[in-house]
Nanobody
Framework: QVQLVESGGGLVQPGGSLRLSCAAS????????MSWVRQAPGKGLEWVSD????????YYGDSVKGRFTGSRDNARNTVYLQMNSLKPEDTAVYYC????????WGQGTQVTVSS
């Protein structure tokens, strides 16, 4: 069955960096684009980033553009999100999900940006 497992979250000070990972299994990973979506406390879901199936195309929400970088390793069935210059407003649970139907989601990893 399809599984998506995020890791790499934690507590970081403003201006710091984290790298999230999402390990996929149960489907042909290299055939699918992948997304990162986040949910801040008390708020709705916010799309963060997409990466196409080959990894050559990445797309970002305005709030993270220039600070976050998506990548993937199709040999390892893993997608990454490098987050730099983190701000308190980046505090959220970060999920990876499989577009276009978003029928599969990971359990999420908590990112807290605070001094």
């Amino acid at each position: 069955q399809v599984q998506l497992v995020e890791s790499g979250g934690g507590l970081v000070q403003p201006g710091g960096s984290l790298r999230l990972s999402c390990a996929a299994s149960g489907f042909t990973f290299s055939s699918y684009a992948m997304s990162w979506v986040r949910q801040a406390p008390g708020k709705g879901l916010e799309w963060v980033s997409d990466i196409n199936s080959g990894g050559g195309g990445t797309y970002y929400g305005d709030s993270v553009k220039g600070r976050f970088t998506g990548s993937r390793d199709n040999a390892r069935n893993t997608v990454y999100l490098q987050m730099n210059s983190l701000k308190p407003e980046d505090t959220a649970v970060y999920y990876c999900a499989r577009p276009p139907t978003y029928d599969y989601w990971g359990q999420g990893t908590q990112v807290t940006v605070s001094s």
